[in-house]
Structures are given as structure tokens and as C-alpha cells.
């Protein structure tokens, strides 16, 4: 079975700084592929980015980057010079070969709360 | 292009009522999930569609959740004789196959009075 641990509840930032939100999993399986989204108080799951198992360079998106440590188990997202429209729920997801069929559902954190302060 | 539909976005209910929450996924995309996002349980499977196969199912918390995607496009989750923990917000989420990226759509609440 998969697990996301996310132990941030909440974070604050300041405009413009980068901000760093941990997630660590847990797998037995060799391919995998993690997955962060972003929750404003509209409520929509806006997809931010995917890092597979087997990419070698960490993924960028933009102001956001995740960074992938393997060994560690950890795939942190790091968001460049905080907006004020970046206040929302981030979550972290995995997705992993289904045990039997096609089913690729994604497993979630409990999320973190970014608040970026002007 | 349009992103995923549902419908409606909110949806109070007494208890012992159905309720019916639709699901318009992406056009052309053959994957479509449905999960529920509650207070207590974060967010959580239900059911998965892919195409025409069979429907994965296994998600789903009691025999009165059910689902069907019609014509391998919109999808209807029923909840029969709803109860207080029920209570939830309703998320459908496709993907172009089931191995890219899932994109969700806004969310049905569901309140149970």
C-alpha cells in the first residue's frame, strides 16, 4: 500500500521568498509517479506538477520546482518568489501500478496550508 | 478548452434522501475517478472508469454509492438514502489515459441534514 505524509498543516511566507512544502512516501513499488496539486478556497484540485520514478532531473514548472530524493523517499515542492495568489492547500499525491486492472488512482496527503503574507 | 464539469456545485439533502452528482469529464479523455475529499478522511478513492472496461469499484464505502459513465463520456455517482457522514465534497477528476496527469473538476458539496 502507498503512503504520503505530509507534516506541515501550515506554512507562512512572505511575498517574493521561496517556500519549501515537505512530502515523503512510502512504496514498495520501483515505478511510481508523484504529483503535486494545488486547492484554492474555490475548492478546484489544480494540477502543479509530475515527477516519475525514473526521471533523473527534478521537474519545473515554472515558479515551481520538486525536489526528488530518491533514497529519502522525499519529494519536496519548492515554490520561487511567493505570490499572494499562491495562498491555498497543496497536496501531494502518488500513483503507482495497480495491484490488479488498470486502476491508477491517486493516493493523497493530508496537505498543507500556504499562506503568504504581503 | 472546457476543463471538467460536475454538477451541482452544492447540494443540501435531508437523510434517507438520493442524491445524483454528475460529471462531465474532458473531451476525449477515457479515464475518470471520483473521490471524495471530507474533513476526517482527506481525500479518498471511490470508483474509476476506463473506457468501456469494468469499473473499479473498490473505493466505494457502502452498496448505496454507485456510479455509471454513459457512452464512455459523462459520469453520474448516486448516493441512495443518505446519511450525516455522507456529508462531503464530491470530487470527478479524468485523464487523457489512465497513466497522465488527472485533472478535477470544481466539486459537488454535499451537505446531509
Known amino acids: 500500500a502507498q503512503k504520503i505524509t505530509q507534516t506541515q498543516p501550515g506554512m507562512f511566507v512572505q511575498e517574493k521568498e521561496a517556500v519549501t512544502l515537505d512530502c515523503t512516501y512510502d512504496?514498495?513499488?520501483?515505478?511510481?509517479?508523484l504529483f503535486w496539486y494545488k486547492q484554492p478556497s474555490s475548492g478546484e484540485m489544480i494540477f502543479l506538477i509530475y515527477q516519475g520514478s525514473y526521471d533523473e532531473q527534478n521537474a519545473t514548472e515554472g515558479r515551481y520546482s520538486l525536489n526528488f530524493q530518491k533514497a529519502r523517499k522525499s519529494a519536496n515542492l519548492v515554490i520561487s518568489a511567493s505570490q499572494l495568489g499562491d495562498s491555498a492547500m497543496y497536496f501531494c499525491a502518488m500513483r503507482a501500478p495497480p495491484s490488479g486492472g488498470s486502476n491508477y488512482k491517486l493516493t493523497f496527503g493530508k496537505g498543507t496550508l500556504l499562506t503568504v503574507n504581503p | 478548452g472546457a476543463g471538467v464539469s460536475q454538477s451541482p456545485s452544492n447540494k443540501v439533502t435531508e437523510k434517507g434522501k438520493d442524491v445524483e452528482l454528475r460529471c462531465d469529464p474532458i473531451?476525449?479523455?477515457?479515464?475518470l475517478y471520483w473521490y471524495r475529499q471530507s474533513l476526517g478522511q482527506g481525500l479518498e478513492f471511490l470508483i474509476y472508469?476506463?473506457?468501456?472496461?469494468?469499473?473499479?469499484k473498490s473505493g466505494l464505502p457502502s452498496d448505496r454509492f454507485s456510479a455509471e459513465r454513459t457512452g464512455g463520456s459523462v459520469s453520474t455517482l448516486t448516493i441512495q438514502r443518505t446519511q450525516q457522514e455522507d456529508s462531503a465534497v464530491y470530487l470527478c477528476?479524468?485523464?487523457?489515459?489512465?497513466?497522465?496527469?488527472?485533472?478535477f473538476g470544481p466539486g459537488t458539496r454535499l451537505t446531509v441534514t
Open positions: 473531451s476525449g479523455h477515457t479515464a
Open positions: 512504496t514498495s513499488d520501483q515505478s511510481y509517479g
Open positions: 477528476a479524468s485523464s487523457r489515459d489512465r497513466t497522465y496527469e488527472q485533472y
Open positions: 472508469f476506463q473506457g468501456n472496461s469494468a469499473p473499479d
